[in-house]
């Protein structure tokens, strides 16, 4: 994902908002309900709270985290879909919400006519790594011995979650083919891959480092569009085998589609505010996650470009969510 950030960005973002000030002076006036439609403890959660509590520190009103679990996110996402659009209840969510209507034959809601995209908060760039046992040192002999022998390098995943669409999508642009073992999360497939019962796994950065410095998993690239701060040796799968290659895990705040324009506005200009901050940097940091916040244009564009992109990889790779 290239930087979605500029000057003209933040200057934009902050006249909008300039203008919401003015026009939406009582707002908020009461508690904000963020949705977060997964369970406490994941990276949608991590990333929902500390936005929150950024916000009502900056609002002097509470912004309140409610976790709203069920079909992989898709109960929360259409709480919000159906919420007043009145600013008092918003959506944190990741990059799910741009590959759920096509891992599911039938969701509640239009994820573009629904939402009203407020800012990108972040992204969580992952890494590919094999078992040492693996006789590939780098990406461009990893794809050279799974052409050697189609279907027998074993990757650990959820099926049709993120680190498995991560795969699915390395298959699709590297024209090779691995077989995917389903696990129930990506922790145990982490421990089955340093294990060796898998061979192969995209993981998030943060979660693979403490392997890869012991010598316990070998990574080949990471899966962004520039190196990772904390494998800053590691090269980009895109730079050693697989051109265009980028896969990233977004994180992002949404409200519903007819809230008015200056609440939007007054909401990315505080979210940006706080993202600059050194405190809500290093927290971020601590989780992995490189803070990229947008303007709400800038996020729209995004979701309806990987709407289209996981349509096609999920189509291609026969993938149904479960």
């Not at 990108?120 to 046992?133: D, Q």
């Amino acid at each position: 994902m290239k930087r979605l950030i500029s000057l003209m960005a933040v200057e934009f973002a902050l006249l909008l908002a300039s203008e919401g000030v003015h026009a939406q002076p009582n707002y908020p006036a009461k508690p904000v309900r963020v949705v977060i439609p997964y369970a406490p403890g994941g990276g949608v959660d991590i990333v929902g709270r500390f936005i929150a509590a950024k916000l009502s520190d900056e609002f002097k009103q509470q912004f309140v985290a409610d976790n709203r679990t069920g079909g992989g996110g898709i109960v929360g996402n259409d709480i919000v879909a159906k919420a007043p659009a009145d600013g008092y209840t918003l959506l944190m969510m990741n990059s799910a919400l741009a590959y759920l209507p096509a891992l599911y034959s039938r969701v509640p809601y239009d994820t573009v006519r629904d939402f009203a995209p407020i800012t990108l908060i972040g992204v969580t760039p992952s890494v590919l790594v094999v078992n040492p046992a693996v006789p590939a040192k780098n990406v461009k002999e990893l794809i050279a011995l799974m052409k050697a022998k189609p279907g027998q390098l074993n990757y650990g995943a959820g099926v049709g979650g993120t680190l498995h669409l991560a795969v699915a999508l390395f298959e699709d642009m590297a024209g090779v083919k691995g077989t995917l073992i389903p696990y129930k999360g990506g922790g145990p497939a982490l421990i089955d891959t340093v294990g060796g019962q898998v061979q192969m796994m995209i993981v998030p950065v943060v979660s693979a480092i403490g392997h890869i410095k012991s010598n316990r998993l070998r990574a080949l690239g990471v899966s962004g569009a520039r190196r990772s701060p904390m494998l800053p040796d590691v090269p980009t799968i895109a730079d050693t085998g697989v051109p265009g290659y980028e896969y990233v895990t977004w994180y992002g705040m949404l409200a519903p589609a007819a809230t008015p324009r200056p609440i939007i506005a007054k909401l990315n200009q505080a979210v940006v505010k706080g993202l600059a901050t050194a405190e809500l940097r290093d927290k971020f940091a601590q989780q992995g996650v490189e803070v990229e916040p947008s303007t709400p244009e800038q996020f729209s564009t995004l979701l309806q470009t990987e709407l289209g992109r996981w349509a096609k990889i999920i189509k291609a790779a026969k993938i149904q969510g479960e």
